[in-house]
């Protein structure tokens, strides 16, 4: 019987310490219950593609004569993307020939605009001939008509099927008018 006594005080008292108030800080317990359903239905068809992303070259000055262009492709597995950069020759051109005239070598300026055949047909046509080894005006002209294979081909002129019509480019336009 002592051992029931015992027993039945042991299961008494630990029954009531497991009971705890809400802010009883001295048990460390909490007596509320906190019960939370959530649902989720995804509903999706085909597995998305991730994007693909082509590299480009950055230019951090606007005085660059290189243009940058990039293509990307991407497919469930595998992705490619290229980058590549090409010059411009007519902006180098450009380029060259200012800093020349910069410089006080306004003739050598002028010579390196003269690699371009529409600027040299441009200037014999203006009565104006492109320097060509120290020879300018009339003694750069005579030396062209002495020397035809260095002259450049002129560049085409645009003509329609009638005899006699030539074309222009009109900017205005954007497109290709009779004259």
């Known amino acids: 019987m002592r051992y029931l006594l ?28 906190i019960t939370s359903t959530t649902e989720t239905v995804v509903n999706q068809k085909g597995t998305p593609v991730t994007t693909a992303v082509s590299p480009s070259a950055p230019s951090y000055n606007q005085d660059v004569c290189v243009v940058s262009s990039g293509r990307g492709m991407q497919t469930l597995h595998i992705g490619l993307s290229f980058g590549a950069t090409t010059s411009d020759p007519v902006c180098e051109m450009l380029k060259l020939s200012r800093q020349l005239e910069k410089l006080g070598l306004k003739v050598a300026a002028t010579s390196v605009l003269c690699n371009d055949p529409r600027v040299f047909h441009a200037m014999l046509n203006a009565s104006t001939p492109c320097p060509i080894k120290g020879k300018i005006g009339d003694a750069a002209l ?38």
């Open 6 to 33: 015992i027993l039945l005080l042991l299961a008494s008292s630990s029954v009531s310490s497991s009971e705890a108030t809400v802010g009883d800080f001295g048990s460390n317990q909490q007596a509320e219950t």
């Open 142 to 179: 005579q030396y062209y008509e002495e020397n035809p294979d260095t002259v450049p081909d002129a560049p085409s002129v645009y003509k329609r099927k009638e005899p006699g019509e030539r074309l222009r480019y009109d900017r205005s336009r954007k497109r290709y008018v009779r004259y």
